[in-house]
Every structure is written in structure tokens, then in C-alpha cells.
């Protein structure tokens, strides 16, 4: 639930052109309001479960889009039954829909394609079914080199640009020059995953490994193990012992119990597990950068 210092889940991402949200719970459109962020400008909405502090957003949220007279399509996935639960939720309140929504459920193991990454899923260990996110980039191209380029015989200009973009390159002398000749290896681009409202789990481990940042709910301080376990949920000791078994670059904690007004603890006990922890705060941003 809601405090006067945490508003409910949605994390915002963005990458290049696009803006994707992972859950949308109660109040989501006017934290927006806060930021650089529009509802014009959201492309697709991944939803984590159906407990309503994680979904309850979206009629709000489509009504303001089509009261701004939106045209685009936006996408919105979530777990198994998805595509019954979310139209039926759309149509509470009165309003006329003007753009399209495409609604996909995706089973834990699922994933989808999209320009310049893939999304991967997992199940999550909850009360309800649930699945986790991971969003992994393409790989890169590798480092140009333009002292190997001209070595072999190539004037800076459009044959440069052709190799860096994958094309091999005929010299006047008949030679075909090929691009891993002048670059390195290919790159890795970032990864990033989501996982809320579940117990720790091998699943989440798995998906997780080798990302450059994990946000994961820690709802409880480690002293509350129990307790955690009852609910579905996990401590931040959890989340600080998956991070360490994933070997991620950087654990960002959030979605901890409205008894705690203040999280300095709980980020203070997962980071003797893991030290490259934070606790999230509403409209903190974080950039996540490239490697290599």
C-alpha cells in the first residue's frame, strides 16, 4: 500500500526512442507529472501480477491517453490470462477509446522480440502467478579501428562507416576487405531485470545472471523472514544473496512495507551481502551505462 513517502509499483525504462512501463500501480499517471515523462510517449506496459497495487493504474492511464486524442498503438503484457483480465478492467469506466491496444499474456519461460533487444520471462514465487522481466540489449558491433583500416589500405570516409555497420568493403585493387578485420569482438549490450512480489527463487537467480542492474522487491528487513516467506515476498537479505548468486553489476531494492518510513536499514543489511546496493526512492533515476 501507498505511504506519504512511496507511491505504488511502476518503473519507468528508457532506451533510445522508447519508454516502457513494468507495472502500473494506483497513481502512476500522476507521478508523471512530476517528471519529463508523458503518457503520450509510453510504447508497451509489462505487467508483473494481478495484485491491484501493481495494475490498478491502467484505466486511468488510457483514459489520459485518449482524452490527449492518442493515435499510437500501445502494448500491454502480462502473465497467463492477461488478455481476459485487462480488457475487462479497461471497460469500468465511460470514456471512447481512440487508439488500439494490443493485450498479450505470456507464460513464465516466454518471451518476445523487439527492435534491438528481447524480452525474457520467469515465474515468480507468489500468492498469485506472477513473472519477472529481463530486457537484454543486441549485442554490438566491436571497436573500429581506424589505424588497422588504414594499414590495409582504407582512406578515412564511407568505406569506415560501411565496415562499422557490418559490410565488407572492395578495394581498387580488387581486395575485399571484411570487417573483423579492422574491428574487435562483438559487444554486449545492457541487461536489466525486474523482479517483484516473490520469495526468493532459483528462477530469478537465472534469470538475473550477468545483468548490469536487478530490481528486486525487498519488502521486509531479514528479521521478518517468516513472515516474508508467508507472503509471498522477500527480505532484503534475499535480494542481497540473489544478486550474489547472479553476479549482477548493481541491486536496486524497492516495494518495502509501509511499516518502514524509513529504508536506511533495510539498504544498510543487504549491503553486507551485496555491497552495490541502493533502495529506490520515488522518481530517482538511474543510468544505466554501456560496457566496453
Do not use: W
Not at 13 to 28: H, I
Not at 34 to 42: A, F, G, L, Q, Y
Not at 250 to 261: M, W
Request: glycine share 10%.
Amino acid at each position: 500500500m501507498p505511504t506519504k513517502e512511496r507511491g505504488l509499483t511502476s518503473i519507468a525504462l528508457r532506451r533510445k526512442g522508447e519508454l516502457l512501463l513494468f507495472d502500473c500501480g494506483e497513481g502512476t499517471q500522476r507521478q508523471m507529472t512530476h517528471t519529463k515523462i508523458s503518457p503520450m510517449n509510453v510504447d508497451a506496459i509489462f505487467i508483473s501480477h494481478f495484485h491491484g497495487d501493481h495494475f490498478l493504474g491502467l484505466p486511468g492511464l488510457v483514459q489520459t491517453m485518449s482524452l490527449m486524442d492518442r493515435e499510437k498503438e500501445l502494448e500491454i503484457y502480462g502473465p497467463s490470462g492477461a488478455e481476459e483480465k485487462i480488457p475487462s478492467l479497461l471497460r469500468i469506466p465511460t470514456y471512447t477509446l481512440k487508439f488500439e491496444i494490443k493485450i498479450q499474456g505470456l507464460n513464465p519461460g516466454e518471451g518476445i522480440s523487439r527492435e534491438g533487444y528481447r524480452i525474457r520471462t520467469a515465474k515468480t514465487d507468489h500468492s498469485v502467478e506472477g513473472i519477472a522481466y529481463s530486457l537484454i540489449e543486441d549485442e554490438r558491433p566491436g571497436k573500429f579501428y581506424p589505424k588497422k583500416a588504414k594499414e590495409l589500405g582504407i582512406e578515412p570516409g564511407p568505406a569506415y562507416s560501411r565496415l562499422q555497420e557490418g559490410e565488407s568493403v572492395e578495394l581498387p585493387d580488387g581486395r575485399i576487405i571484411e570487417p573483423d578485420q579492422v574491428m574487435g569482438s562483438p559487444r554486449p549490450g545492457r541487461k536489466i531485470v525486474y523482479a517483484d512480489d516473490t520469495r526468493p527463487s532459483q528462477e530469478i537467480v537465472e534469470l538475473a545472471k550477468n545483468s548490469d542492474v536487478l530490481i528486486h522487491e525487498g519488502t521486509f528487513s531479514a528479521e521478518l523472514e517468516e513472515g516474508a516467506r508467508e507472503g509471498g515476498h522477500s527480505t532484503v537479505q534475499d535480494a542481497a544473496e540473489i544478486a550474489e548468486k547472479a553476479e549482477i553489476g548493481r541491486l536496486i531494492l524497492f516495494h518495502a512495507s509501509p511499516r518502514y518510513s524509513d529504508v536506511s536499514e533495510l539498504e544498510r543489511q543487504a549491503k553486507e551481502t551485496f555491497p552495490d546496493t541502493i533502495f529506490a526512492h520515488d522518481l530517482m533515476e538511474i543510468e544505466v551505462e554501456l560496457k566496453g
